[in-house]
């Protein structure tokens, strides 16, 4: 049988026009955006005020596109890695895979990293994620469900598309998924609670900055083009000089932020050298540069900075006037940290 249409990821008015499809009013569709969205309802008995003849009338056409996590894995500092099995159109057909999402604690935050693709198709060669090649678009329900499938849905404070995949690649699912996460009939997050991350897909990092009040984090992780492309082969589509010079016309004073995100290697790119370079390249803007330790992976040459050198590299940017912290490594010992999802199913589910 042909799979149903999924419910999570409407907007309040195709919920509506979803609800008068079934012969229901339009308030149905008000109800529905409630449930998902506000109480992150998993299942159609949750509906209650609504009635088991209109549930019965929607469930025939619709799912609500909930997904349950098919494992789970928790790390010895509270970060917690869940494992969504995902189905995505491909041109060649449907194709079955799994996607991670993160959930790291600290204090009072619940942040949730998310996936927006399974895999990745733009094969950074220090990135897990990338290494396992691209396998498909998530859309924007199993991007939601990755909010409400988790154990701490209702007390999630943050976001950040950090996940598997490259946001801006499948960016009109994310925008929809941003849409329905700060609409006051969605979720009703301020913007300021959701952060994408980029390696800088020029046209629709326009688009993102002119669509939404959304933060935004750029890998940049060297300054030197020639260096960045031997890395991150999308240097040569959307160079870094050009991600940064489109930043320059947009206003970061206020409360919109943007970060460089900024791994260290040993040896590649964390000498005196290159933060000068850095600090050129960034000199005027508005921003902040995360330094992030670099986890170590199978058949790669290069392995994390030693403590003294970030620290190092750290002190001299913010000698420049340009705010530099070292990132805390979150979730290592399950394979949680940056660069390290996978989707392989590797979680342990817990009893």
């Given at each position: 049988?042909p799979?149903?249409?999924?419910?999570?990821?409407?907007t309040?008015?195709?919920?509506?026009?979803?609800?008068?499809?079934c012969?229901?009013?339009?308030?149905?569709?008000?109800?529905?955006a409630d449930?998902l969205?506000?109480?992150?309802?998993?299942s159609w008995d949750?509906?209650?005020?609504?009635?088991?003849?209109?549930?019965a009338?929607l469930?025939e056409?619709?799912?609500?596109?909930?997904?349950?996590?098919?494992?789970?894995?928790?790390?010895?500092?509270?970060?917690?890695?869940?494992?969504?099995?995902?189905?995505?159109?491909?041109?060649?057909?449907?194709?079955s895979?799994?996607?991670?999402?993160?959930m790291?604690?600290d204090?009072?935050r619940?942040?949730?990293?998310?996936s927006?693709?399974?895999?990745?198709?733009?094969?950074?060669?220090?990135?897990?994620?990338?290494?396992?090649g691209?396998?498909?678009?998530?859309?924007?329900?199993d991007?939601?469900?990755?909010?409400?499938?988790i154990?701490?849905?209702?007390?999630?404070?943050?976001?950040?598309?950090?996940?598997?995949?490259e946001?801006l690649?499948?960016?009109?699912?994310?925008?929809?998924?941003?849409?329905?996460l700060?609409?006051?009939?969605?979720?009703?997050?301020?913007?300021?609670?959701?952060?994408?991350?980029?390696?800088?897909?020029?046209?629709n990092?326009?688009?993102?900055l002119?669509?939404?009040?959304?933060?935004?984090?750029?890998?940049?992780?060297?300054p030197?083009?020639?260096?960045?492309?031997?890395?991150?082969?999308s240097e040569?589509?959307?160079?870094?000089?050009?991600?940064?010079?489109?930043?320059?016309?947009?206003?970061?004073?206020g409360?919109?932020?943007?970060?460089?995100e900024?791994t260290?290697?040993?040896?590649?790119?964390?000498?005196?050298r290159?933060?000068?370079?850095?600090?050129?390249?960034?000199?005027?803007?508005?921003?902040?540069?995360?330094?992030?330790?670099?986890?170590?992976?199978?058949?790669?040459?290069?392995?994390?900075?030693?403590?003294?050198?970030?620290?190092e590299?750290?002190?001299y940017?913010n000698s420049c006037?340009?705010?530099?912290?070292?990132?805390?490594?979150?979730?290592?010992?399950?394979?949680?940290?940056?660069?390290?999802?996978?989707?392989?199913?590797?979680?342990?589910t817990?009893?």
């Amino acid at each position: 049988m042909p799979s149903k249409e999924k419910l999570l990821g409407k907007t309040l008015d195709e919920l509506k026009q979803a609800a008068v499809e079934c012969g229901l009013p339009a308030f149905v569709g008000t109800q529905l955006a409630d449930w998902l969205y506000s109480k992150r309802a998993a299942s159609w008995d949750r509906l209650v005020n609504i009635s088991k003849a209109s549930r019965a009338a929607l469930s025939e056409r619709y799912e609500l596109g909930t997904i349950a996590p098919a494992a789970v894995a928790s790390s010895s500092d509270g970060t917690k890695k869940y494992l969504f099995p995902v189905v995505c159109q491909l041109p060649s057909g449907e194709e079955s895979s799994a996607v991670e999402a993160v959930m790291i604690p600290d204090d009072d935050r619940r942040t949730l990293c998310v996936s927006s693709q399974a895999g990745c198709r733009m094969g950074c060669k220090f990135c897990m994620t990338g290494r396992q090649g691209w396998h498909g678009n998530l859309d924007t329900a199993d991007i939601l469900a990755q909010f409400i499938g988790i154990d701490e849905s209702l007390q999630l404070t943050n976001a950040v598309f950090m996940g598997m995949g490259e946001p801006l690649d499948n960016y009109p699912a994310v925008k929809k998924a941003i849409e329905i996460l700060t609409a006051p009939w969605g979720f009703g997050w301020s913007p300021k609670r959701i952060t994408l991350s980029t390696i800088g897909v020029l046209p629709n990092l326009k688009l993102y900055l002119d669509d939404t009040r959304c933060h935004l984090a750029v890998s940049l992780h060297n300054p030197f083009p020639e260096e960045r492309f031997n890395m991150m082969k999308s240097e040569k589509a959307w160079g870094i000089k050009d991600i940064v010079s489109l930043l320059r016309k947009y206003d970061f004073s206020g409360q919109r932020r943007v970060s460089f995100e900024y791994t260290m290697f040993d040896g590649w790119n964390d000498d005196r050298r290159h933060a000068e370079a850095l600090a050129r390249l960034l000199k005027g803007l508005e921003c902040r540069v995360n330094l992030i330790r670099f986890h170590r992976i199978e058949d790669f040459p290069f392995g994390t900075s030693p403590q003294r050198r970030m620290e190092e590299f750290r002190d001299y940017l913010n000698s420049c006037s340009i705010t530099c912290t070292i990132r805390a490594s979150r979730g290592e010992d399950i394979l949680a940290a940056c660069g390290m999802l996978a989707g392989k199913h590797n979680a342990q589910t817990e009893g």
